[in-house]
């Protein structure tokens, strides 16, 4: 499983779709334009979380896109819509007249860049009608909202897009700085949340069942530290509990890596579910009142066997069978 899939109902082929300076990756598969390229998503690498989308671009996808890019570094957004379908298949347009990528594009794709940086703020602005978006150039983040499908939005640094190519859903996505931003729930997270929506509008869109089970979570969500699987960022967690709470390790070893491993497992897409999910978020916050450096440490900070005792108590219930 690549994290690429091809459009339903299928489309006409056509040359592949670059973004960006000559020689850059392919974004979208060749020569089905609903599909990100394996050699895109390769680099990085990139992961594909689907998401639920209504009928036309709204604020919610303009607001993941713009999140992920503030998290990964990238301070514009290139944005095509497809024309089509004709007889060499899709062509990507410009849709501003406003920069284009430096150094030239692929034939029949003008990537256009925002004029201003997308901000949550100016996604309050009133929506735009669909019929105007052939005319009126989209130059702002608010423009966006109304689009129809065929809406193509990605990171200026190539590390992130998210394609609304049909009704009912679009694909994110990204590196994992990226992903971060713009899935904030996390990729097991996002993808088994759309696969609760699928089911939820099966009878309006019932092929999206089939886009959920192509992007399924890559772990289920475990209850108990004892099924946490070896390998894991997650049982990195468990085995620092354990030496930590046994007297192996002090406490600002345990901070350390536990806090290194817990952004690991949120990376990884790793989830967790009760008691083991409240257990780790009550250690988390345990945490947050203990000191790693000595020289830092206020009076209220958690001592290292006060902080040894919380972490026992709050492990007990997913440690018990």
Not at 156 to 183: E, H, I, K, N, W
Not at 188 to 213: C, I, M, N, S
Request: one cysteine or more; proline letters at 9%.
């Amino acid at each position: 499983m690549t994290g690429n899939h091809p459009p339903l109902g299928g489309a006409p082929e056509g040359p592949d779709i670059i973004v960006g300076e000559p020689g850059s990756p392919a974004v979208l598969a060749e020569p089905r334009s609903g599909a990100f390229a394996a050699s895109w998503l390769s680099e990085g690498p990139k992961l594909v979380v689907p998401v639920p989308a209504g009928t036309h671009v709204d604020r919610a996808l303009v607001r993941r896109t713009a999140d992920g890019c503030r998290a990964g570094g990238a301070g514009e957004v290139l944005v095509m819509t497809a024309d089509g379908p004709a007889a060499s298949g899709r062509a990507w347009r410009q849709v501003a007249p406003a920069i284009t990528a430096s150094g030239g594009t692929a034939s029949g794709l003008t990537p256009s860049r925002l004029t201003a940086p997308i901000t949550t703020a100016s996604i309050t602005t009133a929506p735009i009608t669909t019929a105007s978006i052939t005319t009126a150039p989209i130059t702002t983040a608010p423009d966006l909202i109304g689009s129809a499908p065929r809406v193509l939005l990605v990171a200026s640094d190539l590390q992130g897009a998210v394609l609304f190519d049909r009704p009912g859903y679009a694909l994110v996505a990204g590196t994992a700085p990226f992903l971060r931003g713009a899935v904030p729930e996390g990729v097991d997270g996002g993808r088994a949340r759309f696969a609760r929506y699928a089911r939820a509008v099966a009878d309006r869109w019932p092929e999206l069942q089939a886009v959920a089970r192509d992007f399924g979570p890559r772990h289920i969500a475990w209850a108990h530290a004892r099924n946490v699987p070896d390998g894991t960022a997650t049982s990195q967690q468990v085995r620092l509990v354990r030496d930590f709470t046994a007297g192996v390790i002090g406490g600002a070893d345990f901070a350390r890596g536990w806090l290194n491993a817990r952004r690991a497992a949120q990376e990884s897409g790793e989830r967790l579910r009760e008691p083991l999910l409240s257990a780790f978020q009550q250690v988390f916050l345990l945490l947050e009142d203990y000191s790693i450096d000595p020289a830092l440490k206020d009076p209220t900070d958690l001592s290292d066997q006060e902080l040894r005792d919380g972490v026992r108590k709050s492990m007990a219930r997913s440690e018990n069978p």
